[in-house]
């Protein structure tokens, strides 16, 4: 059974940084693409940064560029977002989706997110 | 970048009943089209990919259809547990956008 569990969030102060994980299990990681959502209180979803399975490849929301770095250790089967620079705006509950087999670009599995909340 | 639109953004609907979201793409994305369901407090779920296909699990009264830039999702006799907010995606280019989401409550 895949399994998704998102960890790290918490309040920081605009400008701050904060490091969101996504552990994984149930499938062969490195097969994959893995992303990340976000969703802000109340609001839809937003796509936020995709990774390519061996990490060579990411993509990233114009919105987060420059902001946001997305990465993976294969070896311990766990995503990463590192988050610079928050604003106020970056406030969300943050997911990270796993890749459908036949396309890195929507979502067949999802953890439960985990909530940024940038405040000061 | 492509925009997403889905209408209507809320619809009240009985139990029993056939509803019908749209989603619409701001230019053609060929049929990739990804449909989610979201209950609140929970995380997305995914329906149907590749406008039509429906994913292993997911009950046959949901179906789509659709092409270029229109696409449709159908639920054929709502049931008391589909309450609750779809959200249409597109995976055909780089950023993959969503809908804004339609709102499906009890009428």
């Known amino acids: 059974e895949v399994e998704l569990l998102e960890s790290g969030g918490g309040s920081v102060q605009p400008g701050g940084s904060l490091r969101l994980s996504c552990a994984a299990s149930g499938f062969t990681f490195s097969s994959y693409a893995m992303s990340w959502v976000r969703q802000a209180p109340g609001k839809g979803l937003e796509w936020v940064s995709t990774?390519?399975?061996?990490?060579?490849?990411?993509y990233y929301a114009d919105s987060v560029k420059g902001r946001f770095t997305i990465s993976r250790d294969n070896s311990k089967n766990t995503l990463y977002l590192q988050m610079n620079s928050l604003r106020a705006e970056d406030t969300a509950i943050y997911y990270c989706p796993k890749g459908a087999y036949n396309s890195p670009y929507f979502f067949d599995h999802w953890g439960q997110g985990t909530l940024v909340t940038v405040s000061s | 970048d492509i925009q997403m639109t889905q209408s209507p953004s809320s619809l009240s609907a009985s139990v029993g009943d056939r509803v019908t979201i749209t989603c619409r793409a701001s230019q053609g994305i060929t049929n990739s089209l990804a449909w989610y369901q979201q209950k609140p407090g929970k995380a997305p779920k995914l329906l149907l990919y590749a406008a039509s296909r429906l994913e292993s699990g997911v009950p046959s009264r949901f179906s789509g259809s659709g092409s270029g830039t229109d696409y449709t999702l159908t639920i054929s006799s709502l049931q008391p547990e589909d309450f609750a907010t779809y959200y249409c995606q597109q995976s055909y280019s780089n950023p993959f956008t969503f809908g804004p989401g339609t709102k499906v409550d009890i009428k």
């Open positions: 990774i390519s399975g061996s990490g060579g490849d990411t």
